[in-house]
């Protein structure tokens, strides 16, 4: 058992001693694919930057290409025009050759070369001329179309409005958009001038120094192109944060145009001297610094709380401008080196402490640029949607380290010229200069440039590459923290890249445009509106117009009804004293009445009072008679009442009252026969009634039956049209009495003699126009009464004579319809069952007269 787990043991050990052995290889492998994927980036990096420099290359290669294929085409015409030229000289000579055959060899020989040398020389003449003539018509053109687009321009901007020209407007931002990239185009004519006009320096020796131009001007190119670098990443950053911005933004820096617009004198300046081949080391850079200075100072003041854009662009552009001027501080400080004589001091040192720290630097800008994706870099005016970590502040960053990197370049410029002429000064051109003397003199240049900031030439020098170094650092360092980001985006689908590049955000100045356009548009729908209101309002006007004068109108009869009521009320004033006087009047004349009644009344009481006693006398005396006479006949007074009446009435002198009055008699056979006979006299008078009714009725029976037409309830269709005809003309009169136009007498006060018009405004228009209507009116009220007479006339019963042409009416209803106030003559009433109604029959005087016959027994 023992043996056989020792036996186990030792197998295991084996087999971990293999197992360790094989994690050890593969550590071994691990770490050698380490080591070949890290020698990979490296190698893909110097690639890629071996390929911008093959590329940058292949553009130069390209240029000169194009020169050179225009130089072939020129010689090429040149040689096209040789061999016309020389075939017509081979022409001319044969042509020669058979006219001279007959003179001297020598004589002719001698004149067809001077004539064949003087041919030469006029075809060269000719063929510079043409080729100068060719460049004229084609700079003439190009003079034309350039005339031709800024007329077109002038034209557009007459059609723009005054808002679009005002300081800070459109024109200024698009003339801030065109000024920068007219400005980097510039800067990369002026970096390709300078890389084909001053080659790199290969070794530097104080002869070539002292006695030579070379490492001036390689040093003047460095830094010049470090200061255009410096302005293309600034011009750059302005570039692509105008195309992210928004408008209001873009109209805020294109009211700084015309101040941008100063700068541009700076590059145009270099260009200029550049064309006359003029541009080297003597050449002041001032201008092109303080350039660089402004632009980094008005991108962090009109772009302050903006993120930057394009940052793989503004990357690539800084670290040019930081290599650039590396070079030139490593080319001065090895040439101050050069220049030094004994032993080596602060200032060998310090141009050795220089060199160094140039060469980090290098590497840290050509390992940031290698990272830098290319592929993102966009010169076409589009911005890259990769972010690189850069601060929003960076861009002043960047300036401020390119302040002291150019800060060090002039000294370091400086102090060289400075001991160069010290050199010459002391006219031994092989000895150089102690470090002890050169020390004061880089004091005195460090105090020249820095002014109050320096701090001792070695001192503020080594200050100032520190803040360079680490801003080289820290780029290097955020471009190694983004390499990921950089390998996500370039390992991006295909789809999505081309849905990101098929998606473009609008630009601010397409966005302004389509404000504008819009603008333009509701500027036109309100013209349009403001036609409509103005026709609204001439509309409104001329209902106000009418207004008003149904409203004048108005007042006259508002003052002429015044002016009545006024009047009325004097006559009621009048009328009421009058009335007042006539009360007074009838009043005294009452009391008077009531005077004079009492009076009478207190005399007819006396009468009266005396009138009884003659009364009672009476009473007795036929109280006597009546015990004599017999009883007597209601109606017929016996003899001796007649005589005692008589008597009575020739003895009463004093009054006539009681002749009518009714004598009452107490006799009781006398009242029962008056009753008897009242009784007798009403049944008489109920049989006359019957016998007349019945003597009526006869008569009515043997009368000719009434038409029923009158009586005939059915519609007329001719009545109703007449009684339309006859609303509609009582209405069209009625509007023509109440909506009475009051024509304008204020116009055409004072009318033309000799252009007598008469038009719809004038007032005679009027006048003859209420003239016609009026007119139209009287014609359709005779037509209507016409028709009502023929339908009257139709309609009555005898009322018409019939005729072989017409209808006319009898005399009887011509009396009849003439006839205002009718007579009524009688009134019959007939009995019969049901509602009563009346029936107008009209008559004549022989008629009225047979009625009384058959009424009267």
Known sequence: MVEMLGEKKMVLEERVNELEEAVADLEALQDMSDQLAESSKELELELREELDLALGSARDAQRHRDAALETLADRELTIAKFRELTNRLQEQYLQLQNRMQSTESVYSGARGTDQQLAEILDFQKTFAETRAQTKAVDLELRRLDIEEARTHVKYLLLFMPPAFLIRGGDHDAIMTLLLISRMIQKTEILISQMRDKYQAVDSIERSSIVKGHLVAQYIFRSCLCGHIYSLQTVLGAFESILNVCSPEILLKVGAAYPEMLAQEKAVDSLIYLAKKDQLDENVSTEAIEKCCVYFGTMFSVLFEDSSMANQPKMILNGTKTLGNLCDALTVEASSIKTLLDGDSGDIDLLCQHIETTCEVIQQHLSSARRRVPRDQISNNGTNSSINLGLDKDWLQQFVNCYQNAVKVAKTLQDLLKNAIQTIITNGDLDVGINASK????????????????????????????????????????????????????????????????????????????????????????????????????????????????????????????????????????????????????????????????????????????????????????????????????????????????????????????????????????????????????????????????????????????????????????????????????????????????????????????????????????????????????????????????????????????????????????????????????????????????????????????????????
């Open 438 to 857: 050169l020390k004061e003199m880089a004091a005195i240049s460090s105090e020249k440039i820095y002014d109050t900031d320096d701090l001792g030439p070695i001192s503020t020098l080594k200050a100032s590459l520190v803040i360079v170094q680490q801003m080289a650092a820290d780029l290097a360092q955020k471009m190694v923290e983004c390499e990921n980001e950089i390998i996500t985006v370039k390992q991006a689908p295909v789809n999505q890249s081309a849905l990101t590049d098929g998606v473009e955000n609008q630009i601010p100045i397409s966005i302004r445009a389509q404000t504008t356009r819009k603008e333009f548009e509701e500027t036109k729908n309100l013209a349009r509106k403001l036609e409509t209101k103005d026709v609204d309002i001439r509309e409104v006007k001329l209902a106000l117009r009418e207004k008003q004068e149904e409203l004048s109108e108005m007042m006259l009869r508002k003052e002429l009804a015044e002016k009545r009521l006024a009047t009325q009320q004097h006559d009621h004033e009048l009328t009421v004293e009058k009335l007042k006087r006539k009360l007074e009047e009838a009043i005294n004349q009452l009391k008077r009445k009531e005077k004079e009644f009492e009076e009478t009344m207190d005399h007819l009481q006396t009468d009266i009072d005396s009138l009884e006693s003659e009364r009672g006398q009476l009473k007795e005396k036929l109280k006597s008679l009546g015990k004599k006479v017999t009883t007597p006949v209601v109606g017929i007074p016996s003899p001796g009442n007649r005589s005692d009446n008589n008597l009575t009435l020739s003895g009463s002198n004093e009054t006539n009252i009681m002749s009518g009055a009714p004598i009452a008699f107490d006799n009781r056979l006398l009242v029962q026969e008056i009753s008897a006979l009242k009784e007798a006299l009403a049944s008489e008078n109920r049989l006359k009634n019957k016998l007349v009714a019945e003597s009526l009725k006869k008569k009515m029976n043997n009368l000719n039956p009434i038409s029923t037409s009158l009586l005939h309830d059915q519609p007329d269709s001719n009545i109703e049209s007449l009684q339309e005809k006859r609303l509609e003309l009582l209405k069209d009169i009625h509007n023509v009495m109440i909506y009475n136009a009051i024509p304008d007498l204020t116009k055409n006060s004072q009318p033309d003699i000799k252009n007598v018009t008469i038009e719809k405004t004038t007032p005679a228009y009027e006048f003859i126009k209420r003239k016609l209507l009026l007119k139209n009116l009287n014609n359709r009220v005779e037509n209507l009464t016409n028709e009502v007479y023929q339908t009257s006339v139709k309609k009555a019963i005898g009322a018409r004579v019939s005729t072989n042409f017409s209808v006319f009416p009898s005399r009887k209803m011509v009396s009849a319809m003439q006839e205002v106030n009718g007579i009524l003559a009688a009134q019959i009433n007939m009995p019969c069952s049901g509602p009563s109604q009346v029936h107008s029959i009209k008559i004549g005087t022989h008629e009225l007269r047979k009625v009384h016959s058959l009424l009267c027994y």
